[in-house]
């Protein structure tokens, strides 16, 4: 047994049915779910049975208590077969590492993580709401509570695979009476609302996150309300688990364009004996700066499991100016870095690559890899980071 991170031998294991899962089931499915724009039900019944939707929970509840690194490993994993997928799933660990870390001793809560591990529930998120123009620290919509009951509607922009999840957790004001950025987030489980689609979701890629606007309706206990504020769980978990996550998805779906680049090259290589391939040079600059994105993200996941070893002390250091600008820079970084390996790869491939029906296309992960630097928008990151910068000084 490893003792820095005990859960080694177990991972290898974990990570080898990831790429089982990838092989035979995302990949066959990928291209019908982009085409049809369509939940990737297969691979989600397959992540389901082989008990992966738990991963991020800890061992005592029955979870495969992975670290953060190992989250990140799963996603890219699954991503190298099908970009739509293994964003649904990075969104998911976001979800379930927030109720994980920050649902405390509620008896309500902790009960809903044992029924996720036992049932391997799917849960979305609704930060996004018509009115606060993609601010996910601001919220119009608020819980109204009455005799330890709560309502609460909620006008979202984007849900993410919200049809087909068994909860979401849904951002909103503590109270009507309190600022926008007066946040909590509210377990809903299915039958606590309804949800009417306010539109499609006909988008250039992700298009298997299937992801229209909702409006929402609900009504639950009040023990559903997470007893911390939003604040501190957006700084110590939801940001840093959503960028290093989403930044392992979008380097999955690079990886697997210059894959096929390589496969390219190699092919043209075999046809002509001692010649280098002119697109050759081209893909070992894309494959330099891969390495460099790949150890973006992964440098990160382990600081912040380093972080995470120290306990409250570590957690709370992720409140600093100097952590959110980490995170931000690693955000906006990975979501260019992986646009231009794609482009890079689509260079190398040209018009094979170009076409959708030939074993080089990377039109697809064109597609996918484009929503990466509007996911929450690099222009809104930059001027918060813009804004930190103005008083940070490297300690
Ligand atoms: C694939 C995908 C899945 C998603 N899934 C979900 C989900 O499940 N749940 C959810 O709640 N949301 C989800 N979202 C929504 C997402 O997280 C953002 O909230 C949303 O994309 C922001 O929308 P916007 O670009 O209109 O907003 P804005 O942030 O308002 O950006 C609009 C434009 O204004 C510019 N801009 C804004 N502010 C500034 C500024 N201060 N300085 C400079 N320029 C600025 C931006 O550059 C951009 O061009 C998803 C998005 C995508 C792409």
New binding site residues.
């Given amino acids: 047994m490893n003792e820095i991170s005990p859960s080694v031998p177990d991972f290898q294991a974990r990570l080898g049915e990831v790429q089982r899962i990838a092989r035979e089931v995302a990949a066959r499915h990928a291209a019908d779910v982009d085409a049809r724009s369509r939940f990737p039900a297969e691979t989600l019944a397959a992540l389901r049975e082989a008990r992966l939707l738990s991963a991020p929970v800890p061992r005592e509840l029955g979870g495969g208590g992975c670290t953060i690194r190992e989250l990140a490993e799963i996603c890219s994993t699954l991503a190298r077969s099908c970009g739509?997928s293994a964003?649904v799933l990075a969104?998911h660990y976001v979800q379930v590492a927030c109720l994980v870390r920050h649902g405390g001793a509620e008896p309500l809560l902790r009960g809903y993580l044992t029924e996720l591990v036992r049932e391997q529930r799917l849960v979305?998120?609704?930060?996004?709401?018509n009115g606060?123009?993609?601010?996910?620290r601001a919220s119009l919509c608020a819980v109204q509570r009455d005799q330890g009951r709560f309502a609460l509607k909620k006008d979202?922009?984007?849900?993410?695979?919200?049809a087909e999840a068994d909860a979401i957790l849904v951002?909103a004001r503590r109270g009507p009476e309190v600022p926008q950025t007066d946040q909590v987030l509210v377990l809903l489980r299915r039958g606590d609302y309804r949800l009417s689609a306010t539109g499609s979701w006909d988008?250039m890629?992700?298009r298997g996150?299937c992801?229209p606007g909702f409006q929402l309706d609900s009504a639950g206990d009040e023990a559903q309300i997470l007893p911390c504020p939003f604040a501190d769980i957006a700084a110590q978990t939801m940001v840093p688990y959503s960028h290093v996550l989403w930044a392992s998805v979008w380097w999955g779906i690079a990886a697997d364009a210059l894959a096929r680049a390589a496969h390219l090259v190699r092919d043209l290589a075999k046809r002509s004996p001692g010649h280098l391939p002119g697109n050759a040079v081209a893909l070992a600059a894309a494959f330099a700066e891969s390495q460099a994105l790949r150890h973006n993200w992964m440098t990160l996941a382990a600081e912040l499991d380093a972080l995470e070893a120290e306990g409250a002390a570590g957690r709370s250091a992720l409140g600093s100016i100097g952590w959110a600008l980490k995170l931000n820079h690693l955000k906006v970084a990975a979501s260019e870095a992986a646009a231009r390996i794609v482009h890079q790869a689509l260079q190398v491939t040209g018009i094979l690559g170009y076409k959708n029906d030939t074993a080089y296309s990377v039109a697809r992960h064109y597609r996918d890899v484009l929503?990466?630097?509007?996911?929450?928008?690099?222009?809104?990151i930059?001027?918060?980071s813009a804004s930190m910068l103005l008083v940070f000084q490297e300690p």
């Fill in positions: 739509s964003m969104m979305g998120s609704m930060t996004s709401e606060t123009f993609g601010e996910m979202a922009t984007t849900g993410s695979y919200c951002t988008a890629g992700m996150t992801s929503s990466a630097s509007l996911m929450i928008s690099n222009g809104r930059l001027a918060k």
